[in-house]
């Protein structure tokens, strides 16, 4: 039996109802993946610059302070806290589009579905944070036990596109869905563990900001304006409240309607009527009647396109470059920048540095395989006919570069201590590390199915 392909319903040119399906996903994977390889470029960058001999630049770069307010009140950070407490919100409120739009409609959206991602995503957060625990449990590193328990999407889509057509779709689709999983772990970690003195009165008032999102979801509110101006409420009064101020972005994404004003076949019908109507402007002689006929047709079909699609995926669509475009390149170029001058090997075998490396690195392949075959074996979840128990171990590697998100946490555990060096050193070396081998296993591996 010859290959099929999904290239549209056979003559007629019109995309089939698979194609239809995994489009958004295509998309987004191919963005990602873009992403990722921009994101590479960016890290090593940013080691080159503060190991070269302008270092002292780049470190006063990060620490020039900007300051914005009105009256009474100012906000006064240094760049480098501005990216990580103002874009990593942004980053975070679409990661929390993301969430939400695959619990509603995507790989999330039913158990049977979601049970092998999300159970190999358990995997991957407890083992990695249990190897950590058990290195540097004991030590002042105690706090960084939620570093080796994230995943870099991008990153990890990044080398997942090096490798071209010899890693399936499928494949893709279920690393991206554990990183989806992995992120809801990340941010309740981040939530309920990596949170400083709580400043209630603000937590009220950011809790006031969310009532109102709430309501005006369930009012029918559809402009983005409204959250926009909510949204910088809530995330003023969590950045004030101790609670960090990225759970705002996730918070403020689980307000946004997530359904279109019209729906596909009323869409289609009125946009007919529309294209009716242009078209027959055209036997009207008078060319200024003509012209404001047709003028108004395309103008309702502008309307009605942006009714169709609802507040999420259009917020979602518009964001998503800027984030893997600009913002997460920005905070690599921001965060990755660490000296290499000292110690390197006291840093790779000091217990935080070692609890991170053998955490992404051991860890990551271990939980993921491991909860991933337990689930298949009791019937929990199936494995996709075209992936093999080899190609999900070596994305298991790849799920060892944590990168951004590890960094993310590193910030928040040590903030200006000595150990946030040896830390980004683990971190950089397990995801240079898990990169290479993930990589190698799924180029150089047989792609067989599994038996």
């Not at 993301?98 to 190999?120: D, M, T, Y």
């Not at 004003?261 to 294209?275: C, K, M, P, T, W």
């Not at 840093?347 to 993921?368: A, D, E, N, Y």
Request: aromatic share 10%; net charge neutral; with cysteine.
């Amino acid at each position: 039996m010859g290959k099929q392909t999904l290239t549209g319903t056979p003559g007629t040119g019109q995309p089939t109802p698979a194609e239809k399906l995994l489009r958004p996903i295509q998309s987004f994977i191919k963005i990602e993946a873009s992403g990722g390889i921009l994101l590479m470029a960016l890290t090593a960058v940013a080691l080159i610059w503060a190991n070269s001999p302008w270092a002292a630049a780049y470190n006063a770069l990060w620490q020039t302070h900007f300051t914005i307010g009105l009256g009474s009140f100012i906000l006064n950070k240094p760049l480098i806290l501005w990216i990580n407490d103002g874009l990593m919100a942004i980053f975070f409120f679409v990661v929390g589009l993301e969430i939400k739009r695959e619990v509603l409609s995507g790989e999330l959206s039913s158990l049977r579905k979601a049970a092998l991602p999300i159970s190999a995503a358990i995997g991957g957060m407890v083992v990695p944070a249990g190897i950590y625990v058990l290195i540097a449990g004991c030590s002042e590193g105690a706090a960084g036990w939620g570093i080796p328990m994230a995943t870099d999407i991008a990153f990890a889509l990044g080398v997942m596109a090096l490798l071209g057509s010899r890693v399936p779709l499928s494949l893709k689709i279920f690393l991206t869905a554990l990183a989806i999983v992995d992120d809801i772990g990340a941010v309740l970690v981040i939530a309920l563990f990596y949170t400083a003195q709580i400043s209630w009165f603000s937590l009220a008032v950011g809790g006031g900001f969310l009532l109102a999102l709430i309501a005006a979801n369930r009012l029918g509110v559809r402009h983005p304006i409204v959250y926009l101006l909510l949204g910088l409420g809530l995330w003023t009064a969590f950045l004030k409240s101790g609670v960090h101020a990225t759970i705002a972005g996730v918070l403020l994404a689980m307000t946004i309607p997530a359904r279109p004003r019209i729906d596909v076949e009323e869409f289609g019908r009125h946009s007919q009527n529309l294209l009716d109507r242009f078209r027959g402007a055209s036997l009207l002689g008078d060319a200024g009647e003509r012209g404001e006929v047709q003028q108004t047709a395309i103008h309702a079909l502008e309307a009605a396109c942006i009714k169709v699609e609802s507040p999420l995926q259009r917020m979602e669509h518009a964001l998503h470059p800027w984030i893997t475009f600009f913002i997460i390149p920005v905070f690599a170029l921001a965060n990755a920048g660490v000296s290499l001058e000292g110690n390197i090997g006291g840093s790779l075998f000091h217990p935080v540095g070692l609890g991170i490396i053998l955490g992404l690195f051991f860890g990551k392949q271990l939980g993921i395989t491991l909860f991933s075959w337990l689930a298949v074996k009791t019937g929990l979840a199936e494995l996709p006919g075209d992936i093999s128990w080899r190609q999900i171990y070596g994305t298991s590697c790849l799920a060892g570069i944590g990168f951004t998100m590890s960094l993310f946490i590193a910030t928040l555990a040590f903030g200006d201590s000595p150990l946030l060096t040896v830390s980004k050193i683990g971190i950089l070396a397990a995801s240079m590390i898990a990169g290479v081998v993930g990589w190698s296993l799924l180029r150089f591996g047989r792609t067989g199915t599994p038996e």
